[in-house]
């Protein structure tokens, strides 16, 4: 079956501790994303990878760390330094590019971290 | 970069009626513009998605048009039903990046 699989689905942390959470995908695609989900804000991007041992900041990485050591994993560490991080937290993963155009984002159903 | 603003943020129909969604974006190299709808608990999927050589789409009772020029696009659904209740959200981007606008709360009452 394949798919986007995320854990763990609930989280709680204390403040001061850094936290990762986990994105693993068998749908063979090359790029995958993070995307922070708050109420009335929508989806902000983190962090996103086009390829194996490369990555990039999106709109609000500070206080974010990111990996891509394999194609299927893509784990995220929310730092101390993360002011906010209680949020819903959903990963996602893409076909690689063609023609220069984005393809369909398929969505893990989310890790919500909550700091104490 | 790119800035995506939708609206309304809540929506409220009856059944059976039509329901619009906006959204309006800032860079004019932006060529790809889908729509994603989040039932309560669940995952975002895709809806629906139209590339910049367009004007519109249909799918069904879901349609999407395009207007570069004005930047802006729209999610049009028809005959409402109650499993439509969800939070819609578009999107506008170019290669890799995606932003997504805030998101449209819509309640199909009956």
């Known amino acids: 079956d394949g798919g986007i699989t995320q854990s763990p689905k609930y989280l709680f942390r204390k403040e001061g501790q850094n936290v990762t959470l986990s994105c693993e995908q068998n749908?063979?695609?090359?790029?995958m994303y993070w995307y922070r989900q708050d109420p009335g804000q929508g989806l902000r991007l983190i962090y996103y990878s086009q390829i194996v041992n490369d990555f990039q900041k999106g709109d609000i990485a500070e206080g974010y760390s990111v990996s891509r050591e394999k194609k299927e994993s893509f784990p995220l560490t929310v730092t101390s330094a993360q002011k906010n991080p209680t949020a819903f937290y959903l990963c996602?993963?893409?076909?690689?590019?063609?023609?220069?155009?984005?393809?369909?984002?398929?969505f893990g159903e989310g890790s919500r971290l909550t700091v104490l | 970069g790119e800035n995506v603003e939708q609206h309304p943020s809540t929506l409220s129909v009856q059944e059976g009626d039509s329901a619009v969604i906006k959204c309006t974006y800032s860079d004019s190299a932006s060529n790809y513009f889908p729509w994603y709808k989040q039932e309560l608990g669940k995952r975002p999927q895709l809806i629906i998605d139209?590339?910049?050589?367009?004007g519109e789409k249909k799918d069904q009772r879901i349609a999407v048009t395009l207007n570069k020029t004005a930047k802006h696009f729209s999610l049009h659904i028809t005959e409402t039903q109650p499993e439509d209740s969800a939070v819609y959200f578009c999107?506008?981007?170019?290669?890799?990046?995606?932003?997504f606008g805030t998101g449209t709360q819509l309640k199909v009452e009956l």
């Open positions: 999107a506008a981007g170019r290669g890799n990046k995606l932003t």
């Open positions: 996602a993963s893409r076909t690689g590019l063609a023609g220069g155009h984005t393809g369909e984002l398929f």
């Open positions: 749908l063979n695609h090359d790029a």
């Open positions: 139209i590339r910049s050589n367009v």
